[in-house]
């Protein structure tokens, strides 16, 4: 399993991720995270703030946006994954994002492409956390009530299960989420819940079995 968990953005080891695809240059962004932001606004901010799909291309990859909503209630997802070497999730409310996931089929879907080793799954801030056991503690930092138009109203509390940890981003980070986001640390440590803090620019890395910690300077180490 290949795994590039961010804080924020592409953060410090892009030459990480590169290595983990090896000769691979597609990539799919999932934006679903965003989906309680209106389209005009998500857009504006694409145009004038920031741009994945043009972050990639600085690096010489190609980049295409992966709707998850297509394919709710219809699945197929099994069939387009492994087109892509990355699957790319951008931030924004963790909640959205997995519920997301179950409704398009994703979640199952991206367990047996990387099962059999086919991309890499990648994604910051929200796109990390839900790569985890659970989203308990992450009510501290984005709500899990708001539902956009399409969604089912359940909130599901269980991430992917992709690492065995719980993973806080934006720690001590020049971020408006770093408050709420050590209080969702300190709330995991009184319940003795396993996790790893993130400062931004700091990625996790799971190649293989291996797991390792690429700190802010770009400093490998464990996790």
């Not at 991430?159 to 720690?171: A, E, K, R, T, Y």
């Not at 700091?202 to 400093?219: F, N, P, Q, S, T």
Request: net charge negative; proline share 6%.
């Amino acid at each position: 399993m290949r795994l590039y968990l961010s804080s924020y953005r592409l953060g410090n080891a892009t030459e990480q991720l590169l290595h983990l695809m090896g000769n691979g240059r597609r990539v799919g962004i999932i934006p679903n995270a965003l989906d309680l932001i209106p389209a005009d606004d998500r857009e504006r901010y694409r145009l004038t703030t920031y741009d994945p799909a043009a972050e990639f291309l600085r690096l010489g990859l190609e980049a295409e946006t992966l709707d998850l909503r297509d394919h709710f209630g219809r699945g197929g997802l099994d069939q387009i994954l492994p087109r892509y070497n990355l699957i790319w999730v951008l931030g924004g409310n963790s909640f959205v994002l997995r519920r997301a996931m179950a409704q398009s089929g994703f979640d199952q879907a991206i367990a047996a492409a990387l099962s059999d080793d086919l991309l890499v799954f990648g994604g910051f801030s929200a796109g990390a956390v839900v790569a985890t056991p659970t989203l308990r503690g992450i009510e501290l930092i984005d709500d899990p009530r708001p539902v956009p138009p399409g969604y089912a109203e359940p909130i599901l509390w269980d991430g992917l299960g992709l690492v065995d940890f719980s993973i806080v981003p934006h720690v001590d980070s020049d971020h408006p989420e770093t408050e709420l986001a050590a209080s969702s640390a300190a709330h995991l440590a009184k319940h003795r819940m396993p996790y790893r803090t993130l400062r931004d620019g700091e990625v996790i890395i799971r190649d293989g079995v291996h797991i390792r910690l690429v700190d802010a300077r770009g400093e490998i180490g464990p996790c």
